[in-house]
């Protein structure tokens, strides 16, 4: 990623921790002042409805995503502004951050913690994109996050094991995925049966010897069967998901 033109002389920090010194914070600070005024004045009523209804608290502007992909191509990536307005806690900042931020300078620590923190499940979203899945610990945390009870956790563990059914599935033991899924998806919390139900889709998807169960599991549970999409998108209910997917590839 590009690297942002420095605005004053600054000392990156190895990790992701708050800097102590008025020196250190001067720049930082003023960035973050200056980024989190141009959120609030892109700020819409309509997309602060928006994330409201989807689940999100007040602390948010509403600046429409591709405004805050806009803003972040001006900014380009930087690493200390990003970690500072993820403290803010506010929506759109966190977005924002996901978009500038340096994936390989978080410890697993940290990514663990940022992870865990979240609230939306569209900051979640961008956050596995952006940053998860481009971590160098990325399989550790996978394997730590299928046995966790935190949702955010869960919900990164299991869509991260679902990017691998797709792409790298080699080492996983599929049968024992689909035994989890069909034991555990209808009683996970909503934030975690998003992406079991995505890593059920994959593995029916791409395993033909298994689509058979996969198709049986989907319909034994049901979940996403009314689920309501747009004209032209595929439904998130597993058998019709798949079945449209390897209707394509054929």
Avoid at 110 to 126: G, I, K, L, N
Avoid at 130 to 153: F, G, I, Q
Avoid at 171 to 195: F, K, N
Avoid at 205 to 222: D, Q, S
Wanted: hydrophobic share 40%; with cysteine.
């Amino acid at each position: 990623m590009a690297k942002k033109a420095a605005a004053g002389k600054t000392t990156r920090s190895k990790t992701p921790v708050a800097r102590t010194g008025s020196a250190s914070l001067k720049a930082p600070t003023l960035a973050l002042d200056e980024v989190l005024a141009r959120l609030k004045s892109m700020g819409n009523e309509k997309r602060r409805a928006h994330n409201t209804k989807a689940g999100a608290d007040d602390n948010q502007f509403g600046v429409k995503l591709g405004d805050i992909r806009k803003l972040a191509d001006q900014i380009k990536t930087n690493h200390e502004l990003a970690l500072a307005l993820w403290k803010t806690g506010n929506t759109d900042a966190q977005l924002l951050a996901t978009l500038l931020i340096k994936p390989g300078e978080l410890s697993a620590v940290a990514m663990e913690q940022m992870v865990r923190s979240v609230t939306f499940v569209q900051v979640a979203d961008w956050l596995h994109s952006y940053v998860v899945k481009e971590h160098p610990d990325k399989e550790s945390l996978r394997v730590k996050w299928m046995t966790t009870d935190n949702p955010m956790a869960a919900r990164a563990g299991w869509r991260l094991t679902a990017g691998r059914v797709a792409k790298s599935p080699e080492g996983l033991d599929l049968g024992a995925l689909l035994d989890r899924i069909e034991r555990e998806m209808a009683g996970a919390a909503p934030e975690v049966q998003w992406t079991m139900n995505a890593c059920l889709a994959e593995i029916g998807i791409h395993f033909p010897k298994l689509r058979k169960r996969a198709l049986a599991i989907g319909e034994k549970l049901g979940i996403y069967r009314d689920y309501p999409v747009s004209k032209g998108c595929t439904s998130p209910f597993a058998p019709i998901w798949i079945n449209e997917m390897v209707r394509r590839q054929g």
